[in-house]
Structures are given as C-alpha cells and as structure tokens.
C-alpha cells in the first residue's frame, strides 16, 4: 500500500468517526433546564444579592430528600417567624420529574413537603424564600435514592 491510499483511508476512517459523533448526539438531544430561561436571566443579579444573604446566615438551609418527602431546615434564627417560599425540584434528565412546591415552614424553621413521587436520581434545587421582607436564595443538588 502506497502512501496515498493510506491517506485517503485515514480520511474515509475519520469522516466515518465524525458522522458516527453526530449521529449519537442527536440522539440524545440536550434539554434546557427551564422554558424561562430569558426570564430569569433578566432577574439573575437580584438572585445574587439572594445568595449573598443566604451564605451570610449563620448556616445554610438543610435539604433532605426522599422519594416520598422533601425536608427543609432554615437557620436557627429564623425560629418563630414565617418562613415563605418557592421550591423548585428540577431534574436534569426528562421534564416529568420537575416539581413546584410552596414553601412556609412550622414555627421551629422546618418546613416537610410529603407525597411528591419524585423519581429516583439527581434534582437541582432551587429555593426562593422570604422572612420579613428580606428574599433569600438557595440552590443545591439532591439525590433521590
């Protein structure tokens, strides 16, 4: 073999791997993690400020998940006062197993969410919460055994 055919054969060769490449990523198409993208994009530095109070509390917010239950745990100085909020359960591998919950915690700052059918794998978070005013913003991953 000449080295001519040797080159038309790693070209064939890496045509052939580059058109194997696209076809398996089509067929596993990459969702967005919201429809709303735009929308919350335009709010993302009040959602910063939010983040920023939040980490300043003495401890963050305590997620527990479970396939049946979903427990929050706010700072202990938030004791005795109403606690409300948005919980979004986002997962990343198929929109039916996003969840919306609304969020207001008992008077010892935890707040239990019970009947959920959440599917068993990794969520994304997000939790927007108020007391007297004062927004919050949470967000971390769970994973639902």
């Known amino acids: 073999m000449n080295w001519g055919k040797g080159l038309a054969l790693a070209l064939i060769?890496?045509?052939?791997?580059?058109?194997?490449?696209?076809?398996?990523?089509?067929?596993?198409?990459?969702?967005?993690?919201?429809?709303?993208?735009?929308?919350?994009?335009?709010?993302?530095?009040?959602?910063?400020d939010d983040t920023e109070r939040a980490n300043a509390l003495s401890t963050l917010v305590g997620f527990h998940a479970d396939v049946d239950l979903v427990r929050l745990t706010f700072p202990p100085e938030?004791?005795?006062?109403?606690?409300?909020?948005?919980?979004?359960?986002?997962?990343?591998h198929g929109l039916q197993?996003?969840?919306?919950?609304?969020?207001?915690?008992?008077?010892?700052?935890?707040f239990e969410a019970k009947d959920l059918d959440?599917?068993?794998g990794r969520y994304n978070a997000l939790l927007q919460w108020s007391v007297d005013g004062s927004t919050y913003y949470s967000e971390t991953k769970l994973v639902v055994p």
């Open 13 to 48: 060769m890496f045509a052939g791997m580059m058109a194997w490449f696209v076809v398996m990523a089509a067929r596993d198409p990459e969702l967005l993690v919201t429809e709303q993208y735009y929308e919350q994009e335009l709010v993302y530095q009040a959602r910063i």
């Open 78 to 92: 938030f004791n005795g006062r109403r606690i409300m909020g948005e919980l979004t359960l986002l997962r990343p």
């Open 97 to 110: 197993g996003d969840r919306l919950v609304a969020v207001v915690s008992d008077t010892n700052g935890v």
């Open 118 to 120: 959440l599917i068993p």
